[in-house]
């Protein structure tokens, strides 16, 4: 899966107007490694998908619900609600059938470029204008097929799929691989297409 018909990647500019200079920055430095880092995710949560099903939950930023009401992560799969990571987990240890995903095409953009706080990233500077390719938010746009049932001759569905990808809070910045993901999921949303 490694492999990927297209990038659309964020490149835009406007003609005669110059760009705020931290979005400029942001961009130069982060721009391969946000792109990278979506391809390894993406290529890592569809196997798990398949065949790891019980490191499903692993893909997700811990519950936490606000003073509003408002619970993370938000995860919406063909229209069903999920409210934690681990019943989501449940859905493809206990429902679903075998799947075989095949990721035709994703989008990636910087959502936010400092949506976790200086002071939450481990090993960071903790300024606010550093380690902003660590601290960023990035949307995913995925569309593709999912065999299910058999590998080679399942019925086929496309899907599309959107994820909102944030800083794993838990990952050290600097040190050896560790089995602790860098990105995890925010929100969710799962759709067969007809």
């Known amino acids: 899966m490694a492999k990927y018909d297209q990038h659309m990647l964020t490149t835009a500019s406007i003609e005669g107007t110059e760009p705020?200079?931290?979005?400029?920055?942001?961009?130069?430095?982060?721009?391969?490694?946000?792109?990278?880092?979506?391809?390894?995710?993406?290529?890592?949560?569809?196997?798990?998908?398949?065949?790891s099903r019980h490191t499903i939950a692993s893909y997700f930023c811990p519950f936490e619900r606000f003073a509003d009401g408002k619970e993370l992560p938000g995860m919406v799969w063909n229209g069903n609600v999920f409210r934690t990571p681990e019943e989501y987990q449940a859905l493809y240890e206990?429902?679903?059938?075998?799947?075989?995903?095949?990721?035709?095409?994703?989008?990636?953009h910087v959502l936010n470029p400092t949506a976790m706080a200086p002071d939450k990233l481990k090993g960071g500077s903790g300024e606010q204008d550093k380690d902003i390719e660590k601290r960023m938010s990035i949307v995913v746009l995925v569309?593709?097929?999912?065999?299910?049932?058999?590998?080679?001759?399942?019925?086929?569905?496309?899907?599309?799929?959107?994820?909102?990808l944030v800083p794993?809070?838990?990952?050290?910045?600097?040190?050896?691989?560790?089995?602790?993901?860098?990105?995890?999921?925010?929100?969710?949303n799962f759709r067969f297409v007809v």
């Open 168 to 188: 794993n809070p838990e990952k050290t910045a600097n040190g050896p691989k560790s089995v602790v993901k860098a990105w995890v999921i925010q929100n969710m």
């Open 20 to 51: 705020p200079s931290v979005l400029v920055e942001l961009h130069r430095r982060a721009e391969t490694k946000y792109i990278s880092a979506t391809e390894n995710f993406l290529d890592n949560y569809y196997v798990a998908l398949q065949g």
């Open 94 to 108: 206990d429902r679903m059938p075998f799947t075989h995903y095949e990721v035709q095409s994703f989008d990636c």
């Open 143 to 164: 569309s593709g097929t999912v065999r299910l049932d058999e590998p080679k001759t399942g019925p086929l569905k496309q899907f599309s799929e959107t994820f909102v």
